[in-house]
């Protein structure tokens, strides 16, 4: 590792990256897994449960606030870091008075807390998002968004695995006090790092902020194209991971085989995904990087499709895993480093805000019929057509390529 990349790495504008995504990561599995555990453990019915996943709304619908953090500075850490502090303090307050909740005895209680839960999680990422946008040039946007994605996934794992860990020895009031207690981590940096310059101005009035991101948007040559390719990029990846689990128990590999090797293989292999992702996108840049990355990690896919074909194997099992975890995470690197670079610093918080709602429409849409494809045309079938099916994101890539060279001049 030269003295250069050492020296970006390390930076402290890295470091704020990753401690806020890790922020970022830490509420989202306690409105959903963990609370789903708390409620079957206190005999709350599964119907009820289910109708719980629309709390998560507030993450799809995100852009329709977004517009009051470009439009309004509050009076003290400017524009970011003063919503920053304010939505973080939040969020600690409402996962604490979440964790006072009986899901047994008031579950529309738990429900409207879980609520204010994903409303002021939402809202941390969207200022979030935008400060880091607004923080690291473009040339240093890959590495820290692959930095910010690493970080959100430990908060995942320490909310998810941890939490439910905890959940055995001690009251789940207590488990959500804690996860509360590590969003301080946020709050910390929040306080220690920089507020970014403001190189743009911000909108002059509400209706602006409103209004002229998606005018600037669409104004720009070929933006139903660029907005098409950031639906289709990962298509083949989200395609082929809504299936996984299905195809791992057809295939007889028990839930522990499954959970051991995803947990221990997978995981690791995603973080160092993003790791190497972003070290190459730093060298390479953005465009470069989402060929490579876009390439590999359709091929990967492949790796299902030999694995149905092998039948039952804990090797050909870890294989595939760290193949595909591997290159999904350089994948999402390049594309979340990509979303951030689209957007314009006087409205970065609408527009990314709409940008990284339209990414996980495709993961929605498919999620439906992947079942019954699979079912139709058999597993290694399936596979294979989840790699061909990341190929019209491919093609889309020299007129990416070209309007990025364009508003880069």
Not at 30 to 42: D, G, N, P, R, Y
Not at 175 to 200: D, I, N, Q
Not at 242 to 249: E, N
Request: charged share 10%.
């Amino acid at each position: 590792m030269n003295v250069h990349l050492s020296r970006e790495i390390f930076s402290p504008r890295m470091l704020v990256a990753f401690l806020m995504g890790f922020a970022c990561g830490v509420p989202l599995l306690l409105t959903s897994s963990v609370l789903q555990a708390w409620m079957t453990e206190q005999g709350v019915d599964l119907s009820v449960i289910g109708l719980y996943s629309l709390v998560g709304l507030p993450y799809t619908l995100k852009f329709l606030w977004a517009p009051v953090f470009d439009r309004y500075t509050l009076p003290f850490f400017g524009r970011r870091r003063g919503w920053m502090l304010v939505t973080q303090l939040t969020l600690i307050v409402a996962l604490v008075a979440l964790g006072l909740t009986d899901p047994g005895q008031t579950p529309w209680l738990v429900a409207l807390a879980a609520f204010v839960v994903t409303f002021f999680s939402a809202s941390q990422d969207i200022v979030i998002d935008a400060y880091r946008r607004e923080d690291l040039s473009d040339h240093q946007l890959g590495l820290g968004s692959s930095l910010y994605v690493n970080g959100y996934r430990l908060g995942m794992l320490l909310a998810g695995s941890g939490g439910l860990i905890l959940a055995d020895y001690l009251a789940f009031s207590q488990v959500y006090a804690l996860m509360a207690a590590s969003l301080l981590v946020g709050v910390g940096t929040t306080l220690l790092c920089r507020e970014p310059p403001m190189t743009k101005g911000m909108p002059g009035t509400f209706r602006e902020a409103i209004v002229e991101p998606f005018v600037e948007y669409f104004r720009r040559d070929h933006a139903l194209v660029l907005l098409l390719f950031i639906l289709l990029y990962k298509i083949g990846d989200q395609m082929a991971s809504t299936m996984t689990t299905p195809f791992y128990l057809a295939l007889g590999f028990s839930k522990t085989q499954i959970g051991a090797v995803a947990k221990l293989f997978g995981f690791w292999s995603a973080i160092a995904g993003g790791l190497v992702g972003g070290a190459i996108l730093l060298r390479a840049g953005i465009i470069r990087s989402l060929w490579v990355f876009g390439i590999l990690q359709a091929v990967a896919i492949l790796s299902f499709s030999a694995l149905a074909l092998m039948g039952n194997t804990v090797v050909g099992l870890a294989i595939a895993i760290v193949l595909e975890q591997l290159t999904s995470g350089m994948g999402t690197s390049a594309y979340v480093a990509y979303m951030a670079s689209l957007t314009n610093k006087r409205f970065t918080a609408t527009q990314y805000a709409l940008l990284s709602s339209c990414m996980g429409i495709p993961r929605v849409i498919i999620a439906a019929p992947a079942g019954w494809m699979a079912e139709s045309v058999g597993w290694p079938l399936f596979f294979l057509g989840c790699t061909l099916a990341a190929v019209p994101g491919l093609l889309l890539l020299p007129l990416v390529a070209a309007q990025y060279r364009q508003d880069a001049q």
